[in-house]
């Protein structure tokens, strides 16, 4: 039963392991958009280092004072007591009428108002203590403020306590007055005395602990406060941003994705070659350099195709893709290459009638004698078939290019064309267009035993492996696996060869000539 197209995958899936693969998917979001990351970080710690060294140094100078209840734990003539609350302390420090006093003895002639700006007060914790900071682009006017305003402070509780004490006296002394009479001699003396200890109380407001000394070291801007602040805001600006671009990117996430996406098992992954770059070069990688990782992983694939074809009988094998530039015909054309290396007669057929590419493997002419003059009965099949430089490999190019290369491939002559050779040969490989440029792939599609689709890790867009696989589907295209090409060495398995250089390995020097020649195998056979 052929396998259904999976659901497309955003960029972290939810697994059915639960939250550790997803943490997994996270962090390869992170792998593969490290750069960026990197980027925004080195911009933001840029501005944090020239938005430093534009500001002006700033100092700060710190009093730090021991705070008392001015008049003692308890108020005069009571015996309530009456704790000190730091924080209506801390709010008096801060207040306009200690500003007021502390502006004379501050340089710079700013007022009251102004200076609070300057201010900081804090609390030291589980003792009375408070801290006076004060801050200036001066350290010297920072050191006097600090003084200033633990003085006006002190000042202004001394003031304070000695109004309550004179008006507690003022009050004693307007009754003493109206006690005058012979018969209030016992409570005049009392009143007297009560008055004179009201007069003789000790104000005690609190002591400087520690004078404001002149800085010498700016405070603000903090170099390495900033650069440790822009290197967090830049990499969350750069996780926010890989995120969103690894979601807008549609391009496949490795092998999992592309066999999420195709809904079918990825054979084998081709490693990067870097002379592949030129996408219009061709290369037998088996032939060329038999002992690199790339020809490792296509005698991988070569294994599974005959483990498949010995179960299922599979002989016709089509090579399709989504869209052009995904390594299709490579792919065709060195599967083919092994195939015959393991000593199986195979054909390759370019049916590509529009835009041929596969005799450039093989250094064959693309319009002489071909598919087109086969389909067209202009020449028989035996005639347009030339060596594929290896042993049991022939090479059926695509002719001349045709006005009408979707009906000729839809022919019946091009079914009886596969039909025949399946008699003569173990494998035919068959090169097809893509799937959505053109619907040729899709009349030869039920023509063939299995799919084999070829992907590319760096350029091949979800969306296009769902379309191609939902028109696959309506043709009814049984789909083998698929092959993901130019993949990074390391996530393929295939880096362990790179650790050693091998001799290059001359092509076979047996190279079979012609349809006579194959015949007279499969009869031998």
């Known amino acids: 039963m052929m396998q259904q197209p999976h659901q497309q995958p955003g960029w972290a899936p939810v697994s059915p392991e639960g939250t550790f693969l997803d943490l997994r998917d996270y962090g390869r979001v992170i792998a593969r958009r490290w750069r960026l990351i990197a980027a925004c970080i080195a911009v933001a710690v840029a501005i944090?280092?020239?938005?430093?060294?534009?500001?002006?140094?700033?100092?700060?100078?710190?009093?730090?004072?021991?705070?008392?209840?001015?008049?003692?734990?308890?108020?005069?003539?009571?015996?309530?007591?009456?704790p000190l609350n730091i924080e209506n302390e801390q709010q008096i420090v801060d207040s306009l009428p200690v500003a007021q006093l502390a502006a004379p003895n501050i340089p710079g002639g700013m007022d009251a108002v102004t200076l609070l700006k300057h201010l900081d007060?804090?609390?030291?914790?589980?003792?009375?203590?408070l801290q006076v900071h004060f801050e200036d682009t001066d350290p010297t006017i920072a050191q006097a403020g600090a003084e200033a305003f633990a003085n006006a402070y002190l000042q202004n509780s001394t003031k304070g306590a000695q109004g309550i004490i004179s008006a507690q006296a003022d009050a004693l002394s307007t009754r003493l007055q109206s006690l005058a009479g012979p018969g209030n001699t016992q409570a005049r003396a009392q009143l007297q005395a009560q008055i004179a200890q009201i007069r003789s109380t000790q104000i005690d407001p609190g002591v400087i602990l520690l004078d404001a000394?002149?800085?010498?070291?700016p405070t603000s801007p903090n170099l390495f406060l900033n650069l440790a602040l822009a290197a967090i805001v830049g990499a969350f600006i750069g996780l926010i941003a890989a995120f969103i671009r690894e979601r807008m990117d549609d391009r496949l996430r490795g092998r999992a994705d592309l066999e999420t996406t195709i809904g079918a098992p990825v054979i084998t992954m081709i490693p990067q070659v870097p002379s592949w770059r030129d996408k219009e070069s061709a290369h037998l990688v088996t032939l060329q350099a038999p002992r690199s990782p790339a020809a490792e992983a296509y005698r991988t694939l070569r294994t599974s195709i005959l483990v498949a074809a010995a179960e299922h009988g599979y002989k016709t094998l089509m090579v399709v893709s989504a869209i052009s530039g995904e390594g299709k015909t490579t792919t065709a054309a060195n599967l083919a290459v092994v195939l015959a290396q393991a000593d199986k007669r195979v054909v390759l057929i370019s049916a590509d009638l529009r835009r041929p590419r596969l005799n450039d493997f093989f250094g064959l002419p693309a319009n002489d004698r071909g598919l087109s003059e086969v389909l067209e009965g202009d020449r028989k099949a035996w005639e347009a078939l030339r060596s594929g430089k290896v042993d049991n490999l022939w090479v059926m190019s695509s002719g001349k290019v045709s006005d009408q290369p979707t009906e000729l491939l839809q022919s019946e002559t091009m079914r009886e064309l596969l039909a025949n050779q399946r008699e003569v040969v173990d494998f035919i490989i068959v090169d097809c267009p893509p799937v959505l440029a053109v619907a040729d792939a899709l009349v030869v599609a039920p023509m063939a035993d299995a799919i084999l689709y070829v992907a590319n890790e760096q350029s091949t867009p979800r969306g296009a492996v769902v379309a191609a696989r939902a028109q696959l589907d309506q043709v009814g295209a049984n789909i083998l696996g698929s092959v993901l090409n130019n993949v990074e060495a390391k996530g393929t398995g295939y880096a362990y060869y790179g650790q050693y250089v091998y001799a290059q390995q001359a092509p076979s020097n047996g190279h079979a000539t012609g349809w006579s020649r194959l015949r007279k195998k499969s009869r031998a056979s």
């Open 121 to 129: 007060i804090t609390a030291v914790k589980d003792a009375d203590v």
């Open 213 to 217: 000394s002149r800085p010498t070291s």
């Open 48 to 82: 944090a280092v020239v938005w430093t060294f534009t500001q002006t140094p700033v100092y700060t100078a710190t009093t730090e004072m021991l705070v008392k209840s001015p008049l003692g734990t308890a108020t005069v003539g009571t015996t309530t007591p009456q």
